[in-house]
């Protein structure tokens, strides 16, 4: 494009000229006439011409080349002397990264009329690195196949993995850590990175992700995967549901549902309810009875009791779209048994959160006990009690020595009201010697057949049982003699002769000492 400025007055006759690339020409003259006579004027235009040049342009070529192959190679036409626009990002072909190193533009120069002008972009073949978490027990055992992911030099990557896995029958868990709080993150990575997560066995009967699981309505969810379990989450819409994969037995449950409140200002919940097998009806068994406060990341629970085989359902009882991103399911089965370890002792005591049922037939026996006091003498009467309630203290009798026994979980044991003088703790308790007015004995730690007061700040046992004893009750020689009621033990009774003041043992054969031991002494079963 060119400009001309002629002013005849003052002899000037200048033309300006310059080649603007990327501008369109709007008018191809503009003329100024003026009717004013400038022969007397010194700065008056008489004319300003625009016009229009012509331009030339020419073919080039770029060529993205790592090493001797060529990546790419790409046309264009650009004017002649001007340098086309070379990008300096890295790129990506058939899936493999490639790393901008240099180029030659300045080195080429601009288009040339020729048309054969080539600039030469070099790359270098990215480094790819692999990331592996290793899913092991804490003796090395492989639990699953390892988790693996690739990124290239300089790049992040973060793997997830699951919060419970399923090896031969057993379900191995691990605690959430720092976010992620299901995972690894590695930032700029420069060389391979291996990751040992260690899991322990778990009592958990049922495990699987909400997001494995069919819904009659997702909608859109997964933000912030670090806060989840495999960095995976779903959400409900309205009124919708998800029904698990797998049937349960019918049964007693404890179910743990763990989810995110994403909202700000509202409480989110879940109803519970089951399908019957061969059934699309579902019965709902509990009312919103899983509850997220506003922002709130947790595990809630609760123990539902499934009449029949069939699929459990979590429903949004909310005709908007639930603001809980859920993310995993856990299930255990009440137990129907409790081991009690007796470590091979004749007695202890001993307080459970389940009402056990013993047996007739069964290798241990459970005894509630009340005391009564004459002249400063304490006498414990043990009472034979095959329906125990729950959280009440016992002595157990355990005549074979065994070290453990499996003792069944009873239900009608549960509310069953005893009249009983022991105090089962089911957490490890520090006692005081007295207390009020009472004074705690324990069982003697070493000879466990005799009760002992109980020494200040003594640590007594979870699951075991202590007695208090009325202070008024007792005197500087108090002891306490324990006695079995007459239907308490099963055994045999001995025949009269056993009352005329001589000493049995439990075969019935009259010893001339009572030991350490079960005898019968004026026909009542004696704790020596």
């Known amino acids: 494009m060119s400009i001309n400025f002629n002013m005849s007055l003052k002899s000037i006759d200048k033309t300006f000229s310059a080649a603007l690339s990327n501008v369109k020409l709007d008018l191809d003259n503009i003329s100024v006439v003026t009717t004013v006579d400038n022969d007397d004027r010194r700065y008056a235009i008489g004319s300003l011409n625009i016009t229009k040049e012509s331009v030339s342009e020419a073919a080039y070529t770029i060529n993205q080349v790592c090493g001797t192959e060529i990546l790419s190679s790409t046309s264009g036409t650009a004017e002649v002397g001007t340098t086309p626009t070379i990008s300096t990002d890295d790129v990506w072909f058939n899936g493999v990264k490639y790393l901008y190193v240099s180029n030659d533009a300045e080195t080429v120069g601009g288009v040339s009329e020729s048309g054969s002008t080539v600039y030469t972009i070099t790359y270098a073949a990215a480094t790819e690195y692999t990331v592996t978490l290793q899913l092991q027990d804490g003796e090395g055992n492989t639990l699953a196949n390892d988790v693996t992911g690739t990124a290239y030099a300089g790049e992040d990557i973060t793997l997830y993995y699951p919060k419970y896995i399923l090896k031969d029958g057993t379900y191995y868990g691990i605690d959430q850590k720092a976010e992620p709080y299901y995972g690894y993150s590695y930032t700029e990575i420069s060389q391979d990175q291996t990751q040992t997560v260690t899991y322990t066995a778990s009592d958990i009967t049922y495990y699987d992700e909400f997001e494995n699981m069919t819904a009659s309505n997702w909608v859109a969810s997964g933000a912030y995967p670090a806060r989840y379990s495999n960095g995976a989450s779903k959400r409900l819409g309205k009124s919708a549901y998800v029904t698990t994969n797998d049937v349960f037995e019918a049964g007693t449950y404890t179910i743990v549902v763990r989810g995110r409140n994403q909202s700000g200002s509202a409480t989110g919940a879940l109803t519970i309810a089951y399908v019957p097998s061969g059934s699309e009806d579902a019965t709902t068994l509990a009312e919103s009875a899983l509850s997220w406060d506003k922002g709130a990341t947790s595990e809630q629970s609760y123990e539902i009791t499934l009449p029949e085989a069939g699929y459990l359902r979590f429903i949004n009882p909310s005709e908007y779209n639930s603001n809980i991103e859920l993310d995993y399911l856990t299930a255990k089965?009440?137990?129907?048994?409790?081991?009690i370890t007796c470590n091979s002792y004749e007695y202890k005591t001993y307080c459970s959160s389940n009402a056990l049922e013993f047996g007739e037939d069964?290798?241990?026996m459970a005894y509630t006990a009340k005391y009564t006091a004459k002249d400063g003498n304490i006498t414990l009467t043990l009472t034979m009690c095959k329906s125990v309630p729950a959280n009440t203290g016992v002595i157990i009798y355990n005549p074979n020595k065994v070290t453990s026994s499996d003792i069944t979980i009873g239900e009608a044991a549960s509310t069953t009201s005893i009249d009983n003088d022991l105090v089962g703790v089911l957490e490890a308790t520090t006692l005081q010697q007295v207390v009020d007015n009472n004074t705690n004995f324990i069982l003697n730690a070493e000879d466990p057949q005799e009760f002992v007061k109980v020494q200040s700040g003594t640590t007594l046992g979870a699951n075991r049982a202590y007695l208090?004893?009325?202070?008024?009750?007792?005197?500087?020689?108090?002891?306490?003699?324990?006695v079995f009621a007459d239907d308490a033990t099963g055994i045999n009774e001995v025949n009269a002769a056993a009352k005329s003041g001589k000493i049995y043992n439990l075969q019935g054969i009259e010893v001339k000492n009572a030991d350490k031991g079960l005898f019968i002494i004026n026909g009542k079963k004696v704790i020596k």
């Open 333 to 339: 089965a009440a137990a129907t048994t409790e081991t």
């Open 362 to 364: 069964g290798d241990l």
């Open 468 to 482: 208090p004893i009325k202070t008024e009750d007792l005197t500087a020689n108090s002891k306490v003699t324990i």
